[in-house]
């Protein structure tokens, strides 16, 4: 965690210092960021967004482990729209290029065209037969290797999980595979100075962090509420081009690294965690006497 200030003061520090302290503490994503080799043409955000079935009635292939998706109506994964509003913000607040992508089958282009309607600047699919059947390690990887292909950004963001796989690991098993600081379960993002603040909800604490550009950042849903699609940007975007990578685009073109071969895991069987957390209900006038009682013996008052 690095708490140094985020900016050096002008040489008129008494007459500007009043103004730049609201701004430093104030959390907003104001001005200020500074940007690898000392760019100034604003952030490069790479947002990572999944189609997943618009439904939670999904079916498990039962030999496979793998979720039966034919013929089942498809949407943005609900997490990946937060992290889309966050990208438009930052680039709102900072200029620079919101792009998108996604690893999935050609159909994955209607979540590109999507996000072209909220407001993100390029869109790319990353679809080849040989990426299927990947599980979460070659997921990551996959998208490590495209995400590299297509540029080098400042911040890279996703949905905390899908609503499909939902194992959360795939944000921050990218920022592994890239070697690039991550935090994940985001609600709040500040950018300061070199990086950002990120305030990330973790089970029984809630904890601010600052990591330096470039990192990875996994967002919550109530980080931002997502805008929805602008009937008038459908008409702009309607020929705009979404690029459709493959496999022979990344750096790293042994086919033993990706898709099924590069699978290490296999679905045995897909059941709702055991939990051994206890609770009881209490109703009625003398709930507060009951609570303040079992507080007492818990020795918490
Ligand atoms: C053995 C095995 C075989 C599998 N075979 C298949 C298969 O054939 N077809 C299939 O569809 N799934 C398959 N899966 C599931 C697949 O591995 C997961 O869907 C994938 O790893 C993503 O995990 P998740 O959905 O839990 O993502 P999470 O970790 O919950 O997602 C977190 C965030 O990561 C980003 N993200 C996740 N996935 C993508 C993506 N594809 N593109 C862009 N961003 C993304 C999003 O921002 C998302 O909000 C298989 C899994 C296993 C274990």
């Known amino acids: 965690m690095r708490l140094n200030a985020p900016f050096s003061l002008p040489e008129k520090t008494v007459e500007y210092f009043p103004i730049l302290w609201y701004t430093s503490v104030k959390p907003i994503n104001g001005a200020g960021a500074i940007l690898p080799g000392g760019r100034t043409d604003g952030m490069n955000i790479f947002v990572c967004i999944k189609q997943v079935p618009a439904t939670n009635k999904v079916q498990v292939d039962e030999k496979t482990g793998v979720l039966k998706r034919g013929g089942v109506a498809s949407k ?3 997490y990946d729209l937060y992290a889309l509003e966050t990208a438009l ?3 709102e607040a900072h200029g620079g290029r919101v792009t998108v992508g996604t690893m999935g089958p050609p159909q994955a282009q209607a979540i590109i065209r999507e996000a072209y309607m909220m407001g993100a600047d390029e869109g790319y699919v990353f679809s080849d037969r040989r990426l299927g059947g990947a599980d979460v390690l070659a997921t990551s990887y996959t998208l490590s290797q495209a995400i590299r ?3 080098d950004f400042d911040l890279i963001l996703c949905g905390r999980q899908t609503t499909d796989g939902d194992t959360a690991q795939v944000g921050p098993a990218i920022a592994e595979h890239m070697g690039i600081p991550h935090a994940a379960w985001v609600s709040r993002l500040t950018v300061r100075g070199d990086g950002v603040d990120a305030e990330q909800q973790l089970q029984d604490v809630i ?5 330096p550009f470039p990192c990875l950042i996994t967002v919550e849903q109530d980080i931002y509420m997502p805008r929805l699609p602008s009937l008038k940007t459908a008409r702009q975007i309607r020929d705009k081009e979404i690029h459709i990578q493959g496999l022979d685009s990344f750096l790293d073109t ?4 990706y898709g099924l071969s590069g699978s290490p895991t296999q679905v045995e069987r897909i059941f709702p965690p055991e939990t051994d957390r206890e609770h009881e209900v209490w109703t009625g006038p ?3 006497d009951r609570l303040r009682e079992q507080l007492r013996k818990w020795k918490f008052i």
């Open 254 to 257: 042994d086919e033993s690294h």
């Open 286 to 288: 003398d709930s507060a």
């Open 89 to 91: 913000r930052l680039k």
């Open 76 to 78: 943005m994964n609900p």
């Open 149 to 151: 292909s297509v540029g």
């Open 207 to 211: 904890e601010t962090v600052h990591i």
